[in-house]
């Protein structure tokens, strides 16, 4: 009974083992399960079975943990879940091609250093070189580099 309970603790350690690693990553429930079951199988083997027992199991679960994740990446099973759409959609930049230094607009949404503006009758994503800017300030493009659109405040 006692070999049974420590191979049921070690498989579902292994098991807890793979679903943090793949399925739920980071620091979670599942982690602090699998460390809780490998700990209390190992000490089970140690307590209950002798010290010489206890380095086998521990040995074991070494193996165990290890071959799973072995095995586990030698599956198609990661294949399968795996995302293998590529994205090939691009961003319409013909608004902001049509803008030059010097355009006036109104920006549309407040300015906290980027946000949108009408320059010209086209709604673009600008980035304020003045600072912040409430909604519907004048603005005028000050200058273009790498496709960004900086505005500033429009002179009165």
Do not use: Q
């Not at 498989?11 to 599942?30: M, Q, R, W």
């Not at 380095?55 to 679960?61: D, R, V």
């Not at 691009?90 to 109104?106: F, H, L, M, S």
């Amino acid at each position: 009974m006692d070999i049974f309970i420590i191979a049921v603790l070690i498989i579902a350690a292994a098991l807890l083992f793979l679903v943090e690693l793949f399925i739920i990553p980071g620091i979670s429930i599942a982690g602090l399960l699998a460390g809780g079951c490998i700990i209390f199988a190992n000490y089970y083997a140690f307590a209950y079975l002798g010290s010489t027992d206890g380095f086998i199991t521990l040995g074991i679960s070494a193996i165990t943990c290890m071959g799973s994740l072995y095995l586990f990446m030698r599956s198609k099973t990661l294949d399968k879940v795996a995302l293998k759409m590529n994205i090939t959609s691009k961003v319409d930049r013909t608004a902001e091609a049509k803008i030059k230094v010097g355009d006036t607009g109104v920006a549309i949404t407040r300015l906290a250093l980027i946000g949108n503006a009408d320059i010209e009758g086209h709604i673009v994503e600008v980035k304020s070189v003045d600072g912040f800017l409430n909604e519907k300030t004048p603005i005028t493009v000050s200058r273009i580099a790498d496709g960004i659109i900086m505005v500033e405040k429009k002179k009165i």
